[in-house]
């Protein structure tokens, strides 16, 4: 079964940028569909960005578009959330996904605030 580990989140300033990882192990990483999740306390989980299981194709919710870029590389087993211009409303806790049809598995979290 497949585990994952983020990283790389921290404190910024608005207007700053942060590099989330999310660090995959185990066999087929390459299957899986990689999707990043949000989550505010007291809020319900929030879409941010996907890749799909080879990376040919991204989505991304409409408060991100444009600032952050889902990535991958299927031969480090590691997906990539870039994020640029971050504002006070991008603060959350960050969680990937990785999921196929018959598996899903979910990171730790890793916890982003903006706050000058």
């Known amino acids: 079964q497949l585990q994952l580990v983020e990283s790389g989140g921290g404190l910024v300033q608005p207007g700053g940028s942060l590099r989330l990882s999310c660090a995959a192990s185990?066999?087929?990483?390459?299957?899986?569909?990689v999707t990043w999740y949000r989550q505010r306390p007291g809020e319900e989980r929030e879409l941010v960005a996907q890749?799909?299981?080879?990376?040919?194709?991204?989505l991304y919710s409409d408060p991100v578009r444009g600032r952050f870029t889902v990535s991958r590389d299927n031969t480090k087993n590691m997906v990539w959330l870039q994020m640029v211009n971050l504002k006070p409303e991008d603060t959350a806790v960050y969680l990937c996904?990785?999921?196929?049809?018959?598996?899903?598995?979910w990171g730790q979290g890793t916890q982003v605030t903006v706050s000058s």
């Open positions: 996904q990785a999921r196929t049809g018959l598996d899903t598995a």
């Open positions: 890749i799909s299981a080879v990376g040919r194709s991204t």
């Open positions: 185990g066999f087929g990483f390459s299957d899986y569909t």
